[in-house]
């Protein structure tokens, strides 16, 4: 064995006791899934208070039911307490000692802890049980958990709360800016509601109800495109993967998913050449010295990312994305030059064909896949695993600037890179060592898998295959790559709508 081999074979025990480590340690981390169901939640309730000026009564109340739903409050609390015994049971594993978790992480789990114990007492309200709602808001007030450490912001909410709902009422100074500041969207609008109702400030509630009703249709409109359109999208996977089953069933290798199916690369390279390439370009490079070699350089500048605005915060994760390509092609092109010039149907970039086609068929498809296959999986998780921190960032944009660049790193830079990689490079080259179904599914688990978020391995391995698939049929590398932008555009795109419905 030569010492090349034998640094390799090092390496790669490194890489893969990286990437196992990262994918447990996400195992503590929460989903932004839970988040993201709450943001839709909160859209749902502004939409109730939806009263369609202009709209017959008859097609309102259809509309409201086939959107909304007959009860959404109901539905919003049972919601809500799913995501708050999650937060809980985190919490109390935490403090067990039975896992552990970073502090920052920590105490974003307490934080919205307690925001959902404000919120779900406001639901309680109007479900007409005070009293669960004074008592609820009466753990953040006392604690009974000596452990459970509640801010002063929160606990004065709390009380303020407890003021306007108690018997009789008991009106705190400065409760107007107290609940402006820490509720939002439409349990900032209850709690006021209640507050200028026991102040008798009609001119105020009238107010707040004209600017609640510009909400509620901006939520009716955002409901739409967010739950609407992707059941659109939806519908038409659903029947385009029906039908192309049944040409496949009927004309058999002359079908549609047939093309290029008998069609092999002619691989010049060995595993050698492929650990290269994902051990020192994408793992060690890419995920490991890149990020390691930016923390340092801020530490020793006394500098922390994480405390950096919004726009600052797009820049250096593109910044950052940049670099993660150059290492990773940089090591792509040393380690296959000497295989110049490549045989043909390498890399493959046809603007030419029915590539768009391809893309855009492979989204559709790919969406109930993946859309069934995330919904098993947050029945495994439990609202833990992970998350691409891309996305809570995004979540909570409200900057066009930084969404711009968002939309730049994840639905650009992000399908040229990885679609390169992964697609154009190690999937073929699989093929050298496994039949070509094997090949996609082992490509799709290592792009999931490089993702470091275990409870996305299973949405992003299925969303992987289908990219897979959609190349190794178009053979042609902007199809994958435009259905990967497609999908991280949906997904930016939802995540927008979302995190601008509960203001």
Not at 199 to 205: N, T, V
Request: without cysteine.
């Amino acid at each position: 064995m030569t010492l090349k081999r034998w640094i390799l074979a090092i390496l790669t025990v490194v890489a893969v006791s990286f990437l196992s480590l990262s994918l447990l340690d996400s195992w503590t981390q929460p989903q932004i899934q839970s988040r993201l169901e709450l943001y839709q939640t909160n859209l749902l309730l502004h939409a109730s208070q939806w009263q369609g000026q202009g709209t017959q009564e008859e097609s309102l109340m259809t509309l409201k039911e086939n959107l909304i739903g007959k009860t959404p409050v109901e539905e919003a609390y049972k919601q809500y307490q799913q995501v708050q015994d999650s937060a809980e049971k985190s919490l109390a594993k935490v403090q067990a000692n039975e896992t552990s978790i970073a502090p920052d992480s920590l105490k974003q789990l307490q934080q919205l802890n307690q925001d959902l114990q404000l919120q779900i007492g406001i639901l309680q309200t109007q479900l007409e049980q005070p009293d669960k709602a004074l008592k609820t808001w009466k753990d953040l007030i006392e604690p009974q958990d000596r452990e459970f450490l509640v801010s002063p912001a929160e606990k004065m909410t709390a009380q303020v709360l407890t003021g306007l709902w108690k018997t009789p009422a008991r009106l705190l100074p400065d409760a107007e800016p107290i609940l402006q500041k820490q509720l939002d969207g439409w349990f900032r609008y209850q709690a006021l509601v209640k507050l200028y109702t026991l102040q008798q400030r009609p001119e105020a509630l009238v107010a707040l109800e004209t600017q609640e009703q510009q909400r509620a249709e901006q939520a009716v409109v955002k409901l739409i495109i967010v739950s609407a359109i992707p059941g659109m999208g939806l519908v038409i996977g659903l029947l385009l993967a029906i039908v192309l089953g049944i040409q496949t069933l009927l004309k058999g290798k002359s079908s549609i998913l047939a093309t290029n199916m008998d069609v092999a690369w002619l691989i010049p390279w060995n595993g050698e050449t492929i650990l290269q390439v994902f051990v020192v370009g994408f793992a060690l490079l890419g995920q490991l010295f890149i990020p390691l070699t930016l923390r340092a350089i801020f530490q020793e500048l006394n500098i922390q990312p994480s405390s950096f605005e919004i726009r600052t915060q797009a820049v250096y994760i593109l910044i950052t994305y940049l670099l993660l390509m150059i290492g990773g092609f940089s090591v792509l092109y040393v380690s296959i030059k000497p295989y110049f010039p490549l045989p043909e149907g390498w890399f493959t970039l046809n603007f030419k064909g029915n590539w768009f086609l391809w893309g855009l068929g492979g989204y559709f498809v790919a969406l109930p896949l993946v859309i069934l296959v995330s919904l098993i999986n947050q029945k495994l998780w439990d609202g833990q695993g992970g998350s691409n921190p891309l996305l809570p960032i995004a979540l909570e944009s409200r900057d066009s600037v930084a969404l711009t660049i968002f939309f730049i790193t994840a639905s650009i830079a992000a399908p040229i890179f990885e679609e390169i990689m992964f697609r154009g490079f190690l999937l073929p080259s699989l093929t050298r060592y496994l039949p070509l179904g094997s090949a996609i599914i082992l490509s799709g688990f290592l792009f999931a898998a490089a993702h470091l978020n275990i409870s996305e391995v299973l949405p992003l391995m299925t969303l992987g295959i289908v990219l897979g698939f959609v190349y190794t049929r178009s053979r042609n590398l902007l199809a994958s790559m435009f259905m990967h932008g497609l999908w991280n555009s949906g997904t930016l795109l939802s995540l927008y709508i979302l995190g601008s419905g509960g203001s």
